[in-house]
């Protein structure tokens, strides 16, 4: 049993109780209401939703159990020589609201390459797959199929008392990180390589140096920008797409696969993780149509107009909630600035921070005209020669399973229902309206 399944253990306790006490205190106490609108609307601002491990200021952003970004950037362990955090710390300060010491997060690493091995019907499937089909629906057909030797299923079937089942999503949760960057990679190197894994998993390495190793990238900047990555995309509140879906499913006692495999449809949409594919594409066909990627200042509000006009959204611009620009871009921004101020896609994404948010805020639709994360990743991943966009999704999802599965065991620790609001057709709605 590890330190961090111990602590977790440890921690439950107290937060059932405080939920408790606080449940009996203000059983009725409303704390927000419903508009017509926001039922048609996507339920956006509806507060409907328990996620104990980050919240979401339209402001200032996410903040990880309280940290913000730059917080988190400062407080986690880093690698030996390294500057940026390694996502095994954000692990263990989603699951605990704790930072790790070095040594904690060196036993998560050292767990996570352990218990790494894909299951052969796993790997046999992936390497079935026609190059036709995407990536991402390769790695969640993956993730699917490892629910074959999940713990909690087997649980849940001998009958394990509910308040136990936490331990084994738990235990589902470190496998599935563990094997994630194996099934990732080996989509990615059967798709655009040899079909040969660039390294076997060292058991020295952490999570991410690991997972570069075997896309085939062997240099301490990549290291340094998958640390990065992988830590920033990994949560953002409970009512995002992805987040939401692996809850939601979850929430029907579906095993951790299952529902993380939701949550990888969810991030595969255009309007959520796909976004970041979507950036450098749109990047690309700027650069076939203008034949440069170093466009005037006129040539870049003319595509853009044109994107818009054409009835597309400009990727990487909006968010749901943000209304200023968000963090997971700026320290990507900064990581640009630190490590390739001059490449010629930095620039032109340095252009676009520049003109866009003023041409979205003159069209007068989009209620946030700053960039996301997607606006940046694809530019630094194609400087270190990860140029193939079709893959960029499944890097977000290999981080986003970090948030999704530390809201899983939690969701299980506190024995949270069954997830099943109300729906209401056009006809009853007007009823209710009417008052009748
Ligand atoms: N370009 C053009 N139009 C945009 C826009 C953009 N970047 N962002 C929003 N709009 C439009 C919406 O499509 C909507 O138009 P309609 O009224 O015709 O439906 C209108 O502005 C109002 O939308 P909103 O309330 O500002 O934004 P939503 O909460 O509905 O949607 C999001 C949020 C992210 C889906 C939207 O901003 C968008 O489509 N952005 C581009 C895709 C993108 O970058 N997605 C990634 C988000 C981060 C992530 O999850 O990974």
Known sequence: ???????????????????????????????????????YGGMRDIRGLICETSLLDAQEGIRF????????????????????PLPEGIWWLLLTGEVPTAEQVKQVSAEWAARSTLPKHVSDMIDSMPKTVHPMSQLSAAVTLMNSDSSFADAYNRGVN??????????????????????AAKIYRNLYHDGKLGAEVDANLDWSAN???????????????????????????????SAHSTHLVGSALSDPYLSFAAGLNGLAG???????????????????EIGTYEPTDEQLTEFLWNT???????????????????PRYTCQREFALKHLPDDPLFKLTSQLYRIVPDVLTQHGKTKNPWPNVDAHSGVLLTHYNLTEMNYY???????????????????????????????ETTESLKAIVAGK
């Not at 937060?15 to 106490?29: G, L, M, P, S, V």
């Not at 159990?65 to 940026?84: C, F, T, V």
């Not at 997972?211 to 990238?217: D, K, S, V």
Request: aromatic residues 8%; positive net charge.
């Open 211 to 241: 997972f570069a190793r075997m896309l085939g990238f062997n240099t301490p900047e990549f290291d340094e920008l998958m640390r990065l990555y992988l830590t920033i995309h990994c949560a953002h509140e409970g009512g995002n797409v």
């Open 162 to 183: 509910k308040r136990e089942l936490w331990k084994y999503a738990y235990d589902d949760s470190v496998d599935l990180l563990a094997r994630l960057p194996v099934a």
């Open 393 to 423: 999704t499944v890097l977000f999802g290999v981080s986003r399973a970090i948030g999704c599965l530390a809201d899983l065991v939690w969701s299980r620790a506190l024995m949270f229902p069954l997830e099943r609001p109300k729906s």
């Open 1 to 39: 049993i590890s330190s961090l399944k111990e602590r977790v253990a440890e921690l439950i306790p107290a937060k059932q109780a405080e939920i408790k006490e606080f449940r009996d205190a203000h059983k009725n106490t409303v704390v927000g209401s419903v508009t017509v609108d926001q039922i």
């Open 308 to 326: 818009l006009k054409g009835g597309r959204v400009v990727p990487g611009y909006g968010h749901a909630v943000l209304r200023k620009t968000d």
């Open 270 to 288: 255009p309007l959520h993780g796909l976004a970041n594919q979507e950036v450098l594409r749109w990047i690309t066909a700027l650069k076939d």
């Open 65 to 84: 159990r309280g940290m913000s970004i730059p917080e988190a950037q400062a407080a986690l362990p880093k690698a030996p020589g390294g500057e940026e």
